[in-house]
């Protein structure tokens, strides 16, 4: 049932959080294979997030994980796994295939069985790993390289990269179902590409009772500020609902990519009046507590997103999400559902999107009754972590 369905008579039942009843029983496989994940690892924003519940995870299902970081800055310091899981490899550049060499020497010694890489840089070094060692190698594809920034050049460079270096791996995965008719118009053999979307941890969630008398509504950009996720449509709308007399507070929270970015969104904040609702608060490494605070998720991305993971963090928190309709994000938010769904680079839309999402407490209750059971339902990161071990074990089989 959409909210907007909902009618004043009807109740909502409570979730039941069966994770809160009782700790889950983790079963342990015995071990089955050695994967070694080589990643970038220089932010640590969504598709870091997944590698991390990999490492976590994986040996669930009887695959050990370590990670290899070319270039090695926040990944290292903020994943929260065992030292001995993360070894460093920086690259000189892009093309620094001594990196390489030295990956290979460790893959040897160490007897991986699965080489896991996550970008077109990272693809590159890993052909060359599986090339010299025999060991297979499987690509997951987070986000549109085509479109991944706002910068075209490097956008094609890494493009013609990954389209090079994917002609010698044995599986992919893309995290949505249009990632995947991506990879099949590039030529992608379907017999070697799976859909596994991301997942993330059942966090406590929201209790809605206790902001039936709220009167602002507070929302939450969490993400790496940049260009491509749409914060200058997002304070374009704010601005608008602020001459409306919406009463919404808007946060910031997350880095800039450059400081560059930085000064130029805080000086639209002003520019734009919006001082007294919208504030940076930085970047936070306790995704949960944000967004637990919030009364909604808003994702204004212009293009680029794989299968958003703080969109999947807002859904096990109970928190609804306002987005827009780009690439993989309309595959986990239903518009009236668990959130609403705007245009891309359209301000209105998101203005009315926004301003429906604030209509009254009632429908956010049902908002976010249906988060919880959509993220229990399909985006959990134990059913996330199987069905990559399931891909590993289909590549050992055929060996």
Same mark, same amino acid.
């Given at each position: 049932?959409?909210?907007?369905?909902?009618?004043?008579?009807?109740?909502?039942?409570?979730?039941?959080?069966?994770?809160?009843?009782?700790?889950?029983?983790?079963?342990? /496989?015995?071990?089955?294979?050695?994967?070694?994940?080589?990643? @970038?690892?220089?932010?640590?924003?969504?598709?870091?997030?997944?590698? *991390?519940?990999?490492?976590?995870?994986?040996?669930?299902?009887?695959?050990?994980?370590?990670?290899?970081?070319?270039?090695?800055?926040?990944?290292?310091?903020?994943?929260? &796994?065992?030292?001995?899981?993360?070894? *460093?490899?920086? +690259?000189?550049?892009?093309?620094?295939?001594?990196?390489?060499?030295?990956?290979?020497?460790?893959?040897?010694?160490?007897?991986?069985?699965?080489?896991?890489?996550?970008?077109?840089?990272?693809?590159?070094?890993?052909?060359?790993?599986?090339?010299?060692?025999?060991?297979?190698?499987?690509?997951?594809?987070?986000?549109?390289?085509?479109?991944?920034?706002?910068?075209?050049?490097?956008?094609?460079?890494?493009?013609?990269?990954?389209?090079?270096?994917?002609?010698?791996? @044995?599986? &992919?995965?893309?995290?949505?179902?249009?990632?995947?008719?991506? +990879?099949?118009?590039?030529?992608?053999?379907?017999?070697?590409?799976?859909?596994?979307?991301?997942?993330?941890?059942?966090?406590?969630?929201?209790?809605?009772? /206790?902001?039936?008398?709220?009167?602002?509504?507070?929302?939450?950009?969490?993400?790496? +500020?940049?260009?491509?996720?749409?914060?200058?449509?997002?304070?374009?709308?704010?601005?608008?609902?602020?001459?409306?007399?919406?009463?919404?507070?808007?946060?910031?929270?997350?880095?800039?990519?450059?400081?560059?970015?930085?000064?130029?969104?805080?000086?639209?904040? +002003?520019?734009?009046?919006?001082?007294?609702?919208?504030?940076?608060?930085?970047?936070?490494?306790?995704?949960?507590?944000?967004?637990?605070?919030?009364?909604?998720?808003?994702?204004?991305?212009?293009?680029?997103?794989?299968?958003?993971?703080?969109?999947?963090?807002?859904?096990?928190?109970?928190?609804?999400?306002?987005? /827009?309709?780009?690439?993989?994000?309309?595959?986990?938010?239903?518009?009236?559902?668990?959130?609403?769904?705007?245009?891309? *680079?359209?301000?209105?839309?998101?203005?009315?999107?926004?301003?429906?999402?604030?209509?009254?407490?009632?429908?956010?209750?049902?908002?976010?009754?249906?988060?919880?059971?959509?993220?229990?339902?399909?985006? /959990?990161?134990?059913?996330?972590? *199987?069905?990559?071990?399931?891909?590993?074990?289909?590549? &050992?089989?055929?060996?």
């Amino acid at each position: 049932m959409t909210v907007s369905h909902l009618s004043s008579s009807e109740s909502v039942s409570p979730v039941v959080l069966p994770w809160a009843a009782k700790p889950s029983q983790t079963v342990v /496989t015995p071990q089955i294979g050695k994967v070694l994940h080589i990643i @970038n690892g220089e932010f640590f924003s969504g598709a870091e997030r997944v590698q *991390q519940l990999l490492g976590k995870r994986l040996e669930q299902f009887g695959y050990s994980t370590e990670f290899a970081c070319v270039k090695p800055e926040k990944f290292p310091e903020l994943c929260g &796994l065992r030292a001995n899981q993360v070894s *460093q490899f920086p +690259m000189g550049g892009r093309f620094d295939i001594g990196v390489a060499k030295k990956i290979t020497k460790k893959v040897i010694e160490e007897s991986f069985d699965i080489l896991h890489a996550h970008t077109p840089r990272t693809a590159l070094v890993t052909s060359l790993v599986s090339l010299w060692t025999g060991v297979p190698w499987v690509y997951h594809v987070h986000s549109p390289t085509a479109r991944d920034s706002t910068r075209g050049v490097v956008n094609r460079i890494n493009l013609l990269i990954e389209r090079y270096s994917i002609k010698s791996c @044995n599986h &992919l995965i893309t995290v949505s179902k249009s990632l995947r008719r991506q +990879m099949l118009q590039y030529g992608v053999d379907r017999r070697c590409l799976s859909v596994v979307p991301n997942g993330v941890p059942a966090i406590e969630p929201v209790v809605p009772a /206790t902001r039936a008398t709220h009167a602002v509504w507070k929302m939450g950009m969490i993400a790496l +500020m940049r260009p491509r996720k749409g914060v200058e449509v997002a304070l374009a709308a704010m601005r608008e609902l602020k001459r409306r007399e919406i009463p919404v507070q808007l946060n910031l929270i997350g880095g800039f990519e450059s400081e560059a970015y930085q000064s130029q969104i805080l000086e639209m904040i +002003m520019s734009f009046g919006l001082n007294d609702t919208v504030r940076w608060t930085g970047f936070t490494n306790d995704v949960p507590t944000a967004i637990r605070e919030l009364d909604g998720l808003l994702l204004p991305s212009l293009f680029g997103e794989g299968m958003p993971m703080v969109v999947l963090e807002a859904l096990a928190a109970g928190v609804p999400v306002v987005a /827009t309709r780009v690439e993989g994000t309309p595959e986990v938010i239903r518009d009236g559902v668990e959130g609403f769904l705007a245009e891309p *680079q359209n301000a209105q839309s998101l203005t009315e999107k926004i301003e429906e999402f604030t209509q009254c407490r009632r429908q956010w209750q049902a908002l976010s009754h249906n988060a919880l059971i959509r993220h229990r339902a399909s985006f /959990t990161d134990e059913v996330m972590a *199987q069905r990559v071990a399931r891909v590993y074990s289909r590549i &050992l089989d055929k060996i």
